[in-house]
């Protein structure tokens, strides 16, 4: 069973940044997909971010150039660095671990969200 445990949510002020930080048991980081998800009240969940098992990353077009998603194989962690943050940023953030195919990331597992809020 992979387990997920978001952390580094928080309240910020627009234009600033938070790194939040997902800790992967069960499973190696190196060897499944992971990305990122958000989802704002009353909205559906948004695919933010994907890194494949061979590093290769891609973004919604909406953070492009202001959020990073990376991962330490070594620590079996994945992490998002969001800078310039935006009020629209504001969400529920989720950190998956599944399958990438070409820029098409599938989820299999979700942890249980951490909140960023970013006021204006």
């Known amino acids: 069973q992979v387990q997920l445990v978001e952390s580094g949510g928080g309240f910020v002020q627009a234009g600033e940044s938070l790194r939040l930080s997902c800790e992967v048991s069960?499973?190696?980081?190196?060897?499944?997909?992971a990305g990122w998800y958000r989802q704002a009240p009353g909205k559906q969940r948004e695919w933010v971010a994907a890194i494949s098992r061979g590093g290769r990353t891609n973004y919604v077009d909406s953070v492009k150039g202001r959020f990073t998603i990376s991962r330490d194989n070594a620590k079996n962690s994945i992490y998002l660095q969001m800078n310039s943050l935006k009020a629209e940023d504001t969400a529920v953030y989720y950190c998956?671990?599944?399958?990438?195919?070409?820029?098409?990331?599938?989820?299999?597992?979700w942890g249980q969200g951490t909140q960023v809020t970013v006021s204006s």
């Open positions: 069960g499973s190696d980081s190196t060897i499944m997909a």
């Open positions: 998956t671990v599944g399958n990438a195919l070409g820029t098409e990331y599938y989820p299999d597992t």
